[in-house]
C-alpha cells in the first residue's frame, strides 16, 4: 500500500470535532479512545486491502461513537435469561428478591453499620445480624458466612480437621466448576484423604474400618450436586454415619452444596438443610443456589465448632463484604416471612401459567420473525438437582436463514438476550424470564426486524 493513503487518514482532532462524536456527551476520554480505535481500525483495514476507500469523516465519527460508547459501558451487566436454566453459573446463579437487592442499594449507597454496634457504639461483628436469622431458621447452635461455600470447605477442614484423616467416600470426591475438587481442598487444608468404598457404592462398614485401624479421625459427607450416580449404588445417609462418628467420638462434617433449605420444589427425599443440619458438627452450603441469596459459604453447625471456624486466620481472609451481607439479609428475611425467592417461584410454577405466558410472548414477537409457543424442557442448573429435567414453555423463532445470526444479534444487545438454539430453532425459555423481560425481548426483535429490511 502507498504511503500517501495512510497519510490522507483524517487527525484525532479533526474526528472529535466532527458530529455525532462531537456533539456526544460522553467524557472527553472515552471519545478520543473511541477515535483511536476507530483510526486503527481503518488503518488495519487499508494494510490488508489497498483497494478499500477512506470513508467519509462522518462516518468514522459514527464508528468512532459506537466505540466510545462500548468502553463507557459496564463489563458485569444485567442480561435477560431466556435459557430455562434457573440457576445458570454463567448468568449470576439465584436473582435476588426485591427485598434484598433493595437491601443492597441502601447499604451501597452511603455508610452502614457494618461492623458498628449501634447500641454499645462501639466496634461489632460484621455476620452478627445474618448468624442470628440463619440460627432461629435452622435451628443451629451457631452459624458464619464466607465468601462462597468451597471457602467455607476449606475453612471448615482447615480449622477443625489439621493433619487428621478424613474419611469420605470415593463417590463423593466430587469436581465441581472452576476445577474446584474435593481432593484438593483437603489437601490445602492440611487434612488427609482417606478414600473409603467405591466409586458406586459405599458402606457404613466402609467408614467404621478406617476408624477402627486409625486411619480416619473425621468423617466428610458430600452431597455430589452437580452429577447423578444411578443403578447399582449404595451411599450412607448421615443419620447413620452420625451414630458411628458419636461411637468413636469423631467430628461429622457435611458439604450440602446446593443449600436448599427444607420442603420445597424439588424431591421429596433431596438433601436439606432441615435433614443434614441435626446429624453434623458443622455443615456447609452455596447462599446462591437453592437458598435463593448472593454468592456466600454458609456455615451452620454446634457453638463450640463455630467458634473455632471464627477464631481461625482464614476467617479473615474468606470474609463476606458488606453488599452481599445485605443481600444475604434481605434473602433470609424473606424465607422468616414466607416469601418465596425468585429461583423457588421459578421451580415451583405451574405449567398452564408457563405455557400462557410462552403463548403471549410468542404472539408478541410474531410481526418480527416467524414465532410460535412449544413445549421445551429446562433445568434447575447451578450444580443442584442433576438429572432433573424441568417440563417448560418457549417462544420458538424460525427466522430465515437459520438461528445463528439472530442469536448473535440478541447477544450484542445493551441489554443482551440469552436463549438456546435446539433443533435448528432459537428458543426463549419463559421460566426464567423477570418482570419486564419481554419488554426487552420485543425491542431487541424490532430492532433486528428493521435491519433485516
Known amino acids: 500500500m502507498e504511503e500517501n493513503t495512510l497519510a490522507r487518514l483524517p487527525r484525532t482532532d479533526s474526528l472529535l470535532a466532527c458530529p455525532p462524536l462531537g456533539d456526544s456527551t460522553l467524557p472527553y476520554a472515552a471519545r478520543r479512545e473511541g477515535a483511536r480505535l476507530a483510526l486503527a481500525e481503518l488503518r488495519e483495514s487499508l494494510r490488508q486491502n489497498h483497494d478499500v476507500a477512506l470513508p467519509a469523516l462522518e462516518v468514522l465519527a459514527r ?29 449470576g446463579r439465584a436473582p435476588l428478591s426485591p427485598r434484598a437487592a433493595e437491601a443492597v442499594r441502601q447499604v451501597a449507597q452511603g455508610y452502614s453499620n457494618l461492623e458498628y454496634d449501634l447500641d454499645t457504639g462501639r466496634r461489632g461483628s460484621r455476620t452478627a445480624g445474618v448468624e442470628g436469622l440463619l440460627c432461629s431458621l435452622t435451628g443451629a447452635e451457631g452459624a458464619f458466612v464466607v465468601n462462597n461455600n468451597a471457602a467455607a470447605v476449606l475453612l471448615m477442614l482447615s480449622a477443625l480437621t489439621p493433619g487428621l484423616g478424613v474419611a469420605i467416600s470415593r463417590g463423593e470426591l466430587v469436581e465441581i466448576g472452576g476445577s474446584f475438587r474435593v481432593p484438593d481442598i483437603m489437601a490445602q487444608s492440611g487434612a488427609r484423604l482417606v478414600e473409603v468404598g467405591t466409586t458406586n457404592k459405599t458402606k457404613l462398614a466402609d467408614y467404621a474400618q478406617a476408624l477402627e485401624y486409625g486411619r480416619a479421625q473425621a468423617l466428610l459427607k ?67 443456589k437453592l ?61 398452564q401459567a408457563l405455557e400462557e405466558r410462552a403463548r403471549a410472548l410468542a404472539e408478541t414477537l410474531s410481526p418480527f420473525c416467524p414465532c410460535r409457543a412449544v413445549p421445551c424442557m429446562g433445568q434447575a442448573g447451578g450444580g443442584a438437582l442433576p438429572g432433573e429435567e424441568l417440563p417448560s414453555w418457549a417462544a420458538e423463532l424460525n427466522p430465515p436463514g437459520g438461528p445463528a445470526e439472530l442469536e448473535a444479534f440478541l447477544r450484542a444487545r445493551s441489554t443482551p438476550v440469552i436463549g438456546r438454539i ?25 430492532a433486528w426486524a428493521e435491519g433485516q429490511v
Not at 339 to 350: T, Y
Open 422 to 446: 435446539h433443533g435448528g430453532k432459537l428458543l426463549l425459555d419463559v421460566r426464567t424470564l423477570l418482570a419486564g423481560d419481554e419488554e426487552h425481548i420485543r425491542a431487541a426483535l424490532a
Open 63 to 91: 464508528r468512532s461513537l459506537e466505540l466510545a460508547e462500548e468502553l463507557c459501558r459496564p463489563r458485569l451487566g444485567r442480561v435477560v435469561n431466556a435459557t430455562g436454566v434457573v440457576l445458570h453459573t454463567n448468568l
Open 222 to 288: 458430600v452431597h455430589p450436586s452437580n452429577f447423578k450416580l444411578v443403578g447399582f449404588t449404595q451411599g450412607v445417609e448421615p443419620e447413620a454415619l452420625a451414630s458411628l462418628a458419636a461411637r468413636y467420638a469423631v467430628p461429622l462434617l457435611c458439604d450440602l452444596g446446593s443449600g436448599a433449605p427444607g420442603p420445597g420444589p424439588w424431591p421429596q427425599d433431596y438433601p436439606t438443610i432441615a435433614k443434614w443440619l441435626p446429624h453434623a458438627q458443622v455443615l456447609c452450603c452455596s447462599g446462591d
Open 291 to 351: 437458598l435463593g441469596g448472593p454468592q456466600c459459604g454458609v456455615l451452620l453447625g454446634r457453638r463450640e465448632a463455630v467458634e473455632k471456624l471464627k477464631a481461625h486466620p482464614l476467617a479473615r481472609v474468606l470474609r463476606l463484604d458488606k453488599l452481599s451481607l445485605a443481600a444475604l439479609e434481605g434473602a433470609l428475611l424473606d424465607w422468616r416471612d414466607g416469601v418465596l425467592p425468585p429461583v423457588q417461584a421459578m421451580l415451583s410454577v405451574r405449567p
